[in-house]
């Protein structure tokens, strides 16, 4: 927790620190690349610095973090250190990183702020600096720890065995290890970073989730090309997709990820959109060997069956559950709507979800946003819904 001395400088501050987040975090990394260009080269993903989204998700993740410090003393937004701590931990972030960052990221707030920073100003933010990113060390400690790898040193060689069209915007590939050693055995809903070198020189790092069974030798990756139509977003997909074939080498993180259902017996709510189906194969496929009798309500939602990955994958595995059912919703609908597939946005309002389910998502921000709420509203605790973000978490909901 922040010291006494702290907490009311930090409440006092953070109006004017949170209004001009931005601003210091664009600064920040003006100031970061110019002195280590090797980091957006090589780790920082280049498509999310040009659109602005990983600024955003630093900025949001410093505002959320100095709130909680000082609206809820004692507590920590564990959920949010942990999201971002896998993410780190799939990349390769080491501890002396820190140290970087905080010394361009304190040199943009000067710079911002002025003579506001005062030496009180800067030692009160230093501490909530020091306790977020201290914590987040500690987590990703842990998470190579059980990874069984030294701190950053995550990846390994991997061989693509099969590749196959899923759809004419989404490709599937399978991953053998190249040193004929097991593969690590994920938890169900976790993803893996896949590492390439672009033409450039640069090596680019994306995470894919598995949509294997934990329990299978081999892994299996779903790859979305991404269609921004502005260079550099979409370069790692489109080179997976133009240029990835069987044979192959590909360097590969240990899984990561912390949207994995525990064990037991209450309801599960899978919910997704678009390629966020891709951890709900993987958990349906563990739920089918680990608890088949699981009560499990699926929700996927799409543009249309033609674009809907691992469709006829996903409905099988419902199928094979005796106490799941699967409710499809496709803004075009090939045919008229029929028992499970309706037409139109996904409406979890008309799904009879149990009170005491635990429910994931994964898509697309506003479908998630619209998801959560409702279920919210429908009297689901906060701590029942999970979720994960493909790219910078821009919404920081705990």
């Not at 059980?146 to 490709?171: F, H, N, S, Y």
């Not at 997709?241 to 240990?254: I, M, Q």
């Not at 959109?273 to 309500?297: E, H, N, Q, S, Y």
Request: aromatic share 6%; glycine share 8%.
């Amino acid at each position: 927790m922040l010291s006494e001395q702290a907490t009311p400088v930090v409440r006092e501050t953070l109006p004017a620190v949170g209004g001009a987040i931005e601003e210091i975090t664009e600064l920040f990394y003006g100031k970061l690349f110019a002195a280590h260009p090797g980091l957006l080269r090589d780790l920082f993903n280049r498509g999310n610095q040009s659109n602005g989204e990983q600024k955003k998700a630093l900025a949001g993740s410093i505002a959320a973090f100095a709130g909680v410090l000082v609206d809820h003393p004692g507590t920590r937004p564990d959920v949010m250190l942990a999201r971002i701590a896998h993410k780190h931990a799939s990349l390769g972030v080491t501890a002396d990183q820190y140290k970087v960052v905080h010394t361009h990221l304190f040199a943009a707030i000067a710079d911002v702020l002025g003579d506001a920073v005062t030496p009180a100003v800067a030692a009160a933010w230093d501490e909530v600096y020091w306790l977020m990113a201290n914590a987040l060390i500690a987590v990703e400690s842990r998470l190579y720890q059980q990874a069984g790898a030294a701190d950053g040193e995550v990846w390994r060689e991997m061989t693509i065995a099969e590749r196959r069209a899923e759809t004419p915007d989404v490709v599937s590939l399978v991953l053998r290890p190249c040193d004929g050693r097991p593969a690590d055995v994920p938890r169900a809903g976790q993803y893996v970073s896949v590492r390439v070198e672009l033409p450039d020189g640069a090596r680019q790092i994306r995470q894919y989730s598995l949509t294997s069974a934990p329990e299978e030798a081999e892994w299996r990756i779903t790859v979305k090309r991404v269609r921004d139509g502005a260079l550099p977003d979409g370069e790692v997909s489109c080179l997976l997709h133009d240029h990835a074939r069987v044979g192959d080498t590909l360097a590969v993180s240990a899984p990561f990820g912390d949207l994995v259902p525990g064990p037991g017996d209450d309801p599960l709510l899978l919910a997704s959109a678009g390629i966020g189906t891709t951890p709900m194969l993987a958990i349906l496929k563990d739920i089918a060997l680990t608890d088949p009798t699981r009560p499990v309500t699926v929700v996927h939602a799409d543009r249309s069956p033609a674009d809907h990955a691992h469709r006829e994958e996903l409905r099988a595995l419902v199928a094979a559950l005796p106490n799941a059912t699967l409710h499809l919703w496709y803004e075009h609908p090939d045919a008229p709507p029929s028992p499970g597939i309706s037409a139109g946005r996904a409406d979890i309002g008309a799904l009879d979800v149990p009170a005491d389910a635990t429910a994931y998502l994964c898509g697309p921000l506003p479908f998630m946003r619209t998801v959560r709420g409702d279920l919210l509203r429908r009297g689901l605790p906060a701590e029942a819904v999970h979720y994960e973000v493909f790219g910078p978490d821009l919404w920081i909901a705990g």
